[in-house]
């Protein structure tokens, strides 16, 4: 890490565990070879692959021919949808997609195209004011044609945890293919799919100490997927295209450490967490939490200050020496606040002033007592520009 520096956006990602690194190292050089050619070099890189794969799957609790290697959280949330779409309506000539209004866009904007281009009909669930999914509204929404439920795990903007097993009861008493985005999820909380009762789950692995450009998906061994991206039959003829080895191993070791970790990880970051959203709501005026109080992600604080730009707040932040985000949408022009925020019933002049702060496995406590010496400090110049 750059020593003057204060990062707090480890939701957005992660620096790369150098056990990481050491372990994916061999693999640009030296066990280069196509995991598919059948001689040494290919078999050296299939075995790392496969490897890989069952470290991940018992850490999710599942086979390992259920885990489908991609190019990134996104990419998984993409396959997934459309995969189960796709078999759904030709399966049962399912059309309707029920996802709640608080998801990433990697799967927004994908059920958004099955609507627009594909004629599936999308319906968004009812959220609480935290962006909270209740089973019982599920159950009062599906149908006999839905082709695929989708509820965020962890969201990624507020930090709110769904209630994703009961949901996944509901949707399994029904039939209905259920798939959960765990790209934050899984970087702080047991992902075991038994227990989720997900027929569907991605991961990214640069949210968790590991490189980006890799994910997974799982998918449930009953559950059909027609793939989106066609070619070789890699994957089991889920996701064609040749693996990227050192990238897959990576993510293997990444995601066996944040299992093994998880305990002191959760811990530490907690604390810090409890601190941040303790003073700010205490120490500034006129700030709400965003997302819920206790059911939210352990290393998440999520806020919305009134009067204040976002954008104008970063900047200032990033000057002090503080990396942080913010949950607008725009960078330059007419900012406009996130669809997320929206839909939790936050005004412009609230939901403009969003801040994310993430703390990781490497912030101290020293890092958030100078972060929070600065931000009161901070939101008072934004609000002074705000009003001139
Ligand atoms: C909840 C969630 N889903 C999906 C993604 C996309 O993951 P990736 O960056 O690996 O494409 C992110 C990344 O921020 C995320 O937070």
């Not at 991940?56 to 990134?72: Q, W």
């Not at 399912?94 to 609507?115: N, R, W």
């Not at 795990?153 to 769904?162: F, P, Q, S, V």
Request: with cysteine; glycine share 8%; net charge negative.
């Amino acid at each position: 890490m750059i020593s003057d520096k204060v990062y707090l956006d480890y939701a957005a990602s992660t620096p790369v565990d150098s056990r990481v690194i050491d372990a994916m190292l061999p693999y640009f050089d030296q066990h280069f070879g196509n995991p598919s050619s059948t001689h040494f070099y290919g078999q050296k890189a299939e075995a790392a692959i496969e490897n890989a794969r069952e470290t991940i799957a018992r850490a999710l609790n599942c086979n390992p021919y259920e885990v489908v290697f991609t190019s990134c959280g996104s990419e998984s949330d993409n396959l997934a949808l459309r995969g189960a779409a796709w078999a759904s309506r030709q399966e049962r000539g399912a059309d309707h997609i029920l996802i709640s209004p608080v998801e990433h866009h990697a799967v927004s904007h994908t059920a958004q195209q099955l609507a627009d281009l594909f004629e599936f009909e999308l319906e968004y669930l009812p959220i609480d004011e935290f962006g909270m999914v209740r089973p019982d509204t599920v159950a009062e929404l599906l149908r006999p044609s839905t082709a695929i439920v989708s509820v965020i795990h962890a969201n990624n903007e507020i930090g709110t945890l769904n209630p994703i097993a009961e949901i996944g009861t509901v949707c399994q008493e029904k039939g209905v293919p259920f798939h959960s985005d765990s790209v934050q999820g899984a970087a702080h909380l047991p992902v075991d799919v038994q227990e989720l009762n997900v027929d569907l789950l991605a991961i990214g692995a640069h949210k968790f100490y590991g490189p980006k450009g890799v994910g997974a998906l799982y998918v449930r061994e009953d559950i059909k997927l027609q793939p989106s991206q066609t070619g070789g039959s890699q994957e089991l003829g889920r996701r064609a295209g040749t693996q990227n080895t050192p990238y897959i191993v990576g993510m293997g070791e990444a995601f066996r450490l944040v299992q093994a970790e998880h305990n002191q990880r959760h811990d530490q970051a907690l604390a810090m967490r409890i601190r941040i959203i303790g003073h700010v709501l205490e120490e500034i005026p006129d700030v709400v939490l965003t997302g819920h109080p206790s059911e939210r992600l352990s290393n998440h604080a999520s806020f919305a200050f009134k009067d204040v730009d976002g954008n104008n707040l970063l900047m200032l932040l990033d000057v002090e020496g503080f990396a942080c985000s913010s949950g607008s949408a725009c960078k330059t022009g007419n900012p406009e606040p996130s669809g997320v925020l929206t839909a939790l019933g936050l005004s412009p002049d609230w939901g403009l002033g969003s801040l994310r702060v993430t703390v990781g496995k490497d912030t101290t406590p020293l890092e958030v007592d100078k972060f929070l010496e600065v931000l009161p400090l901070a939101i008072e110049k934004v609000r002074k520009i705000n009003h001139r």
